[in-house]
């Protein structure tokens, strides 16, 4: 009988365990240890905001050990960890994540990993921004690469990118979905396992795990968009399962080099996502997790390739990162106040069977299911079999109407006392009705002359739990969307002069915000004039005059949130080549942009901006981006 030896256990290492070592289980204290140590070693490298070698002596030039996607993965591993949202760490990680254009898939998946694990309300417009550039990236079968050169790596990062953006209420169309679960189907060997490349030759234990979870992810897709295909939904169901067949028939004990920890966090998104437990009769989460406790080195790091991705990749392992409910138990930044409410529990019932929902919290939501094993849900059990509940093929959350979450059930197996459980991030303030939906399977009647029972429907919907959003969210990436391609300014890279720029900004390089960031793609890397400066001006030069209808203008917000040397615009003026200015004013919304709408297209080479009002006199002010648009007509 194969044993399945989970992350790449080398063979040799097992050989050298007494039989006492490897009958040892490892226990939820040594893993909540194991994942403090590595996030406790995470803080002191990212302390200033990027990673930086420690092992220097003092005084020798800092070496950077970072790149965009590595410290958007970073992030998005410390939130996952248990770490605040808050802590001094992760809001250096995102500020300075902001200032950079990201333009990469894997860069752009990792930073909406950590934007939806931040904040999805107040960093909508940036999460939106990032989805959009993924969508509009995609290549032609509707897979992903670099962009270029597909892959199915690039196109899991993706996938997860696009379900975390969908989590924080940006609409994927559900053609995206289905090009996607159809691209991957083609990935799929005839063996059942997954490859790197279309065409399915040469299945991998990495590759075959990102496949199972991309098609997991896509039928979530479908989902929320209500438009399952049910023979799109057939097949990518029997694909997920021969693709856990193949990996359940693997020796994943032989030594895969560098690549065990990302097949480790493949394992783990496989199984998360799938809502599985076992590989074939192996407990992928305990065998995963014991390898890492007893691997981490004393400096709470794991290696395997030349960058810091090991311990990324342990740490959200042990802290089933892309399972609906994270159970990571660092303690480094514990939470404070008061207890999360406990919403009033409900029980529905579809016209046949029933089921309790409930939920706690509101930033996170937590929602689970209980009571799938009753007497009322009897007429969808299956007979012969020993476990108890119906067979859950997927259940949805609603937040007023609209499916925000979904968890995948094993349709293949009684559901029993599982929970379903998932948390949403999203909630917006105000009052707000939690519905849900569970998707059972109607038991098959087999034999000649058999007729299926009347069940009246395969859906249990449960009625409603009212929830009250108390607290309010401050945004302060900008609300209006920002689309690159439609900007002309970009098309053009004008010249951009300003009356000042700061000089001192604390945990800052104020060399970032020159006049140039104001036109560099990127409404997040601003301008900043001095605080003293009284009449503040950009001027944008244009090498060749643009046709424009649309003017519009982010004031500096910087990310995560604005520091105290820097206020808002609140009036400013535009003049268009030398002719008569015009006075705008900001919006009262928390992400408003000033906006300059034109009669008519206008041929336009010289912008001149004045700031006339500020929020705070003396204090610092600028702006962030300058667009120009042209309507279609």
């Avoid at 615009?569 to 408003?592: F, H, K, Q, V």
């Avoid at 297209?601 to 929020?615: F, G, W, Y």
């Amino acid at each position: 009988m194969r044993r399945i030896l989970l992350l790449g256990l080398a063979l040799a290492f097992v050989a050298q365990r007494s039989p006492a070592a490897q009958a040892a289980e490892v226990t939820q204290v040594q893993i909540d240890a194991a994942i403090d140590r590595g996030v406790a070693h995470l803080l002191e490298i990212y302390q200033d905001g990027q990673a930086r070698d420690p092992t220097l002596p003092p005084g020798s030039p800092l070496t950077l050990l970072d790149s965009p996607g590595l410290r958007a993965l970073t992030t998005y591993t410390l939130l996952k960890s248990g770490v605040s949202p808050t802590h001094p760490v992760v809001e250096k990680l995102v500020a300075r994540l902001a200032l950079e254009r990201i333009d990469h898939t894997y860069d752009v998946a990792c930073m909406l990993f950590a934007l939806e694990a931040l904040d999805p309300v107040g960093q909508r417009a940036w999460i939106d921004e990032l989805a959009n550039w993924l969508i509009a990236h995609r290549e032609k079968p509707g897979d992903f690469g670099y962009p270029g050169n597909p892959d199915l790596s690039n196109t899991q990062f993706a996938a997860l990118g696009l379900r975390a953006a969908a989590a924080a209420g940006v609409p994927i169309p559900a053609g995206v979905w289905a090009d996607l679960a159809r691209t991957v189907l083609s990935y799929q060997s005839d063996d059942g396992g997954f490859s790197y490349k279309a065409g399915g030759r040469g299945s991998t234990s990495t590759m075959s795990a990102a496949g199972v979870g991309v098609l997991a992810v896509c039928e979530m897709g479908l989902a929320r968009c209500g438009e399952l295909d049910a023979d799109l939904v057939q097949r990518m169901r029997h694909a997920r399962a021969d693709g856990l067949e193949w990996l359940a028939q693997q020796d994943l004990g032989r030594d895969t080099g560098s690549w065990h920890h990302y097949l480790l966090y493949g394992l783990e998104r496989a199984g998360g996502l799938c809502g599985v437990e076992r590989i074939g009769e192996h407990d992928w989460y305990r065998d995963g997790a014991k390898f890492l406790v007893e691997s981490q080195d004393g400096a709470g790091e794991w290696h395997g390739t030349l960058e810091r991705s090991p311990t990324l990749f342990a740490l959200l392992f042990l802290s089933r990162a892309t399972s609906s409910v994270a159970t990571g138990g660092s303690r480094v930044a514990p939470a404070t106040g008061p207890p999360p409410r406990r919403f009033q529990h409900t029980s529905g019932t579809g016209a046949v069977g029933g089921a309790r929902l409930e939920a706690q919290g509101t930033r996170p939501l937590r929602m689970w299911i209980t009571r799938l094993v009753s007497p009322a849900n009897a007429p969808f059990e299956w007979p012969g079999e020993r476990a108890r509940g119906p067979r859950v093929a997927l259940v949805e959350y609603l937040i007023d109407g609209v499916p925000v979450e979904v968890v995948l059930g094993e349709p293949e197996r009684p559901a029993g006392d599982q929970r379903f459980a998932c948390e949403h991030r999203g909630l917006a303030q105000g009052r707000h009705q939690l519905t849900a939906r569970v998707h059972v399977r109607p038991p098959e009647v087999r034999g000649a002359g058999a007729a299926q029972p009347a069940l009246a429907d395969n859906v249990i919907t449960t009625n409603g739990v009212e929830i009250e959003v108390t607290e309010d969210v401050s945004v302060s990436a900008a609300e209006a969307r920002f689309d690159p391609e439609l900007d002309l300014l970009l098309q053009v890279r004008p010249k951009a002069t300003a009356s000042t720029v700061i000089a001192k900004a604390p945990g800052w390089e104020p060399s970032a915000f020159n006049a140039r960031a104001s036109v560099d793609g990127n409404p997040r890397s601003p301008w900043i004039c001095a605080a003293a400066d009284e009449r503040p001006w950009l001027r944008i030069h244009l090498s060749k005059p643009q046709r424009a209808t649309l003017v519009r203008i982010a004031p500096a917000r910087l990310a995560p949130r604005s520091p105290e040397f820097l206020t808002l615009p609140r009036e400013i003026s535009i003049a268009i080549d030398g002719g008569p200015a015009r006075t705008l004013t900001l919006g009262s919304g928390a992400g408003a942009w000033f906006e300059l709408r034109l009669d008519k297209p206008t041929a336009v080479n010289l912008l001149e901006i004045k700031i006339l009002v500020r929020d705070e006199p003396n204090v610092a002010v600028g702006i962030g981006e300058v667009v120009l648009e042209l309507a279609p007509n």
